[in-house]
Nanobody, 116 residues
């Protein structure tokens, strides 16, 4: 079993920065994809950014040039700069592994609130 624990959420003013972190523990396959998703009130969960175990990254268009995802083995980070009120959401850590990345795990989320 794999556990994902997020940290680092909070309240920040628009234009500010925040970094959220996620630590994975348990039986983690070496070939995996870790990422961040977010869910704003009344909206569906959406992809923010992902990073493979090889370091390849992918970003949602809405966060490109503002957010940076990085990882250190089983820890993944999301540096968020130039934050906007529309970035307010619960941010969830995700890990996918196994054949076709079919096995998926989620953290419980950390709340990020950006005030205008």
């Amino acid at each position: 079993q794999v556990q994902l624990v997020e940290s680092g959420g909070g309240l920040v003013q628009a234009g500010g920065s925040l970094r959220v972190s996620c630590a994975a523990s348990g039986s983690i396959l070496s070939l995996n994809v870790m990422g961040w998703y977010r869910q704003a009130p009344g909206k569906q969960r959406e992809l923010v950014a992902t990073i493979t175990s090889g370091g390849s990254t992918n970003y949602a268009d809405s966060v490109k040039e503002r957010f940076t995802i990085s990882r250190d083995n089983t820890k993944v980070y999301l540096q968020m700069n130039s934050l906007k009120p529309e970035d307010t959401a619960v941010y969830y850590c995700n890990l996918r592994a196994g054949f076709g990345y079919a096995v998926e795990y989620w953290g419980k989320g950390t709340a990020v609130t950006v005030s205008s």
